[in-house]
C-alpha cells in the first residue's frame, strides 16, 4: 500500500487507542535500515511508523550534501515508493526536533508537504515532533500550540514533549536515570490540554514522561512509574469527559515487559524504538565480519572473498535481523496482525 494517508494514519492511532496496543516507531538512518523496518511490520502484518532524527537525516543525505531537511526528504521518497509493495499502513514521522533545529529540519518538509497536499496528494510525512522540553513549559506549549494550529490544515499530526526524557540520543542528552525531573506530573499533562486542546485545534501526540530514558541502562538504572499515565488520563477525563491522551514512549530500549505493557494499557499508542534496532542491525554485521574475517578481509597477502565483502553480504543479514527485531516489537507492543488494512 502507499504510506498511509492522513486518514489512515488518524485510524492507525485511533485503532491503537481503543484497542489497548502501540504501534513500533522504529527510528530508520538509510535505506536498509528503512527496507528492514518496512519488512518486519510486513513479517508482522503490522502497521508502523519510521522516523528519522536530526542526525539519522543528514547522514542519510550524505558527508558532501550534509542537510538534514533534504536527507529526510529523500528517505521518504524512497519510503514513498516502496512502501506500496507492503500490506500494511506504513507513516513516516520526523522525531525530536528541538527549537534550534525545528526551522532547519522540519519547515522545509512541512513546505514540501503543502505543495503536495495543494496539489491533491497526500503529504510527504504524516507527523513530526515539536521537543520543546529544554524550554520553560509555558513557552514550550506556547510554540506546541502554534505549530499545531499550523499543521492541522495540512492534515499533519504533531508529537510534542512534556516533561524531559533522560539518557542520549543522537547528540542530544538529557538527565541521568532516576531523576525527579524525569516524571511529568498530571497537573503538567493538564496544561497541555489547556494549550493544544482534545482534537478541536488539531491532533497531536504527547510524549509524557515516566522516567524513561534514551539508551540502554543497567538494570535497576530505570525506575519507570508508568502510573503518572494513567494519572493524566485521570485528570483528562475528570477536566474534559471523553477525552483520552494518546501518549508515546521514548526509550523503550531496555524496558522491561511489564512496564511497556502498562504504559500502553494507560494510553501509549506508539513506542519508539531506536537503540534496540541500532543493535539487531549493527549485531549481525558484526557476525559476519568476525566469522569472514579473512574473507572480508586481505589478509597476509591473500585476496579476500568478494562474496563476502560485498555489502550486500552483511546488509541483507542486518536488513533480516532488524526486520526480526521490528516484527518482534509490533508482537510485544500488541499491534502484530492487527493492521487497518485489513
Ligand atoms: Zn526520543
Redesign the pocket.
Given at each position: 500500500m502507499p504510506i498511509a494517508t492522513r486518514e489512515q494514519y488518524l485510524a492507525m492511532l485511533d485503532g491503537a487507542s481503543a484497542g489497548g496496543y502501540a504501534l513500533a516507531a522504529i527510528n530508520v538512518t538509510s535505506s536498509e535500515t528503512l527496507n528492514g523496518a518496512m519488512r518486519g511490520f510486513a513479517e508482522a502484518g503490522a502497521d508502523g511508523i519510521v522516523q528519522v532524527t536530526t542526525g539519522a537525516a543528514r547522514f542519510a543525505s550524505g558527508a558532501a550534501v550534509d542537510d538534514m531537511a533534504l536527507g529526510a526528504r529523500a528517505l521518504a521518497e524512497y519510503a514513498h515508493v516502496l512502501a506500496e509493495h507492503y500490506p500494511v499502513a506504513i507513516a513516516l514521522h520526523t522525531?525530536?526536533a528541538p527549537p534550534e533545529a525545528f526551522d532547519d529540519f522540519v519547515r522545509p518538509l512541512v513546505e514540501e508537504s503543502a505543495r503536495r497536499v495543494g496539489a491533491g496528494r497526500e503529504p510527504l510525512f504524516q507527523s513530526h515532533m515539536f521537543d520543546g522540553s529544554t524550554l520553560p513549559l509555558d513557552e514550550n506549549l506556547r510554540t506546541a500550540a502554534a505549530l499545531e494550529r499550523e499543521l492541522a490544515p495540512l492534515g499533519l499530526v504533531l508529537e510534542v514533549e512534556a516533561g524531559v526524557?533522560g539518557g542520549e540520543?543522537d547528540g542530544v542528552v538529557g538527565p541521568h536515570a532516576g531523576r525527579d525531573e524525569l516524571y511529568t506530573t498530571p497537573a503538567d499533562l493538564l496544561l497541555v490540554a489547556d494549550a493544544l486542546g482534545t482534537g478541536e485545534h488539531g491532533r497531536y501526540l504527547l510524549a509524557a514522561t515516566v522516567g524513561n530514558v534514551?539508551g540502554v541502562y543497567a538494570p535497576g538504572q530505570v525506575r519507570l512509574r508508568p502510573e503518572i499515565l494513567a494519572a493524566g488520563q485521570h485528570a483528562l477525563s475528570t477536566a474534559r469527559p471523553g477525552s483520552r491522551f494518546q501518549y508515546v514512549f521514548?526509550?523503550s530500549s531496555g524496558t522491561t515487559e511489564a512496564d511497556l505493557r502498562a504504559a500502553i494499557r494507560h494510553g501509549v499508542v506508539k513506542v519508539?524504538v531506536d537503540t534496540d534496532a541500532q543493535y539487531a542491525f549493527t549485531r549481525a554485521v558484526a557476525d559476519h565480519v568476525l566469522t569472514n574475517y579473512d574473507g572480508v578481509l586481505r589478509v597476509d597477502g591473500a585476496v579476500g572473498r568478494k562474496a563476502a565483502y560485498d555489502p550486500r553480504a552483511w546488509g541483507r543479514r542486518a536488513e533480516t535481523a532488524l526486520a526480526g527485531r521490528v516484527a518482534e516489537a509490533a508482537h510485544q507492543f500488541g499491534s502484530a496482525a492487527r493492521s487497518v488494512l485489513s
Open positions: 522525531d525530536h526524557v540520543e534514551h521514548h526509550g519508539n
